[in-house]
């Protein structure tokens, strides 16, 4: 936040909590961005430490990171791109410390006196600033002034370009003024609340830096503690989810949203997340989705889908090699040479009872697609089809070669009625209109008809 011409102005008794957030429609992306002047969590005494920085002076990054890493403190830091590029090893330095990245525009205008075109240009331009040392804000927004957080139309045009987390500030120390060391405690000792979030400013003017061993003391004295901004974002059963997973550091990375309704209709929750998303259903708990298996998922429609909610984490396999989710409809299987695909109701039945992917039949190597007749699942040891009149049944190696040459289950043969099973002479395949039989003697496969 840029040192003139800022609104100081501090939270007071009836201040303004997290804006709520709901998705524009069940389990998409919001369309507006969500403004955090504090935590989700206003109860519990606990504040996040945040630094801005602008071009001017690089401040001492050194000593700032001493600090906090000798408290055990994970801080934001929100960054100009200008300042990004001018003090590329000062800012490598602080989000390299595993410390949030927030996008603070490129070069400090107001956002309200901005067009969307040029707001975009900003949120561009930083962001090319910090990928270019390889770090991203993650969809992370503080506004240059604070007449930029509760505007509608900038939060639409956030949103819209991917950033959906607005991360405002309860109270600023007015370090960037060069404030007293009484002056700055006086602040933090009247304006600090549950939940709070202290903006500081990173710069060889300010006072800061001087001042931040004596913030922290002050503040712990007050019986507060301190909440990482990546926790700060996330609440309840979906928070516990995430912390449980490692937070950040979790195959689920950096929060990309605020807490949403997940669907119309029931009680539920959705957050999204850099690699995957959290879900929550009063009725069926809390469990998230990643990764190739999430990417199929989301594409779906997710709880929109036929699958519904999930029913379980993303999970390894009993042979150690592929991943899974269950959902209420049904499962997702990935493997590493067959990619993600669903499976479910009687073919997922049928599958399971002859060992899932431990059984001949392997991993899913296809979605569940329609036949004539019915519809059929292809594994990598074989295909699985059905219909309501002949119910599941699979179909594998040679027999299956043969079913596939003469047509499947557009032939005479129609669909199997039986799974594959032992005869005297070999293997046989019973199907509406005839069978397949292997001889095991001379490797012969026939077909029969009715």
Sequence with gaps: MRTTMKITAVLAAAAALAVPLTASAADAPPASANVFTRAYDTTTKNVTL????????????????????????????????????????????????????INHSYDH??????????????????????????????????????????DAGVNRDLAARGYYVNYDWTYDTTGYQGASLDTILARVRQYTVPGGTVLMHLSDESTDTAALPSIISTLRGMGYGFTDPYRSVTKGLIGAKYAALGAQRSV????????????????????????????????????????????????????????????????????????????????????????????????????????????????????????????????????????????????????????????GTGSRLGLPVSDEYGISTGRRSDFRGGFIAWNATTGAVTVTFY
């Design 252 to 407: 689920l990375g950096v929060p990309r949203t605020g807490e949403m309704v997940a669907t119309t209709s029931g009680t539920s929750a959705v957050q999204w997340f850099d690699i995957g998303r959290i879900y929550w259903r009063t009725d069926i708990g809390t469990f998230e989705v990643h990764g190739a298996i999430g990417g199929m998922y989301f594409g779906m429609g997710s709880v929109t889908s036929f699958l519904g909610f999930p029913r379980t984490d993303e999970t390894t396999t009993p042979d150690r090699i592929g991943r899974f989710n269950h959902f209420q409809g049904g499962s997702i299987y990935w493997s590493p040479s067959t990619g993600p695909h669903t499976v479910y109701g009687a073919i997922r039945d049928k599958w399971a009872s002859l060992g899932w992917e431990t059984g001949f039949l392997g991993y899913p190597a296809s979605d569940e697609v329609a036949v004539t007749g019915g519809r059929a699942s292809q594994f990598q040891g074989g295909n699985v089809y059905w219909s309501a009149a002949t119910a599941a049944h699979e179909v594998h190696g040679l027999i299956l070669s043969r079913y596939i040459a003469v047509g």
């Design 109 to 150: 205008p107001y956002f309200t006196q901005e067009t969307q075109a040029s707001r975009w240009s900003q949120l561009d331009r930083a962001e090319a600033a910090y990928n270019r040392l390889g770090f991203t804000s993650a969809g992370w927004f503080r506004a240059p002034y604070r007449d930029g957080y509760l």
């Design 50 to 101: 945040t630094f801005d920085a602008d071009w001017w002076s690089a401040g001492n990054p050194g000593e700032v990171l001493r600090i906090l890493r000798e408290n055990g403190i994970t801080a934001a830091f929100a960054l100009t791109g200008r300042y990004a590029e001018k003090y590329p090893d000062q800012t490598r330095a602080l989000i390299s410390a595993g410390h949030k990245l």
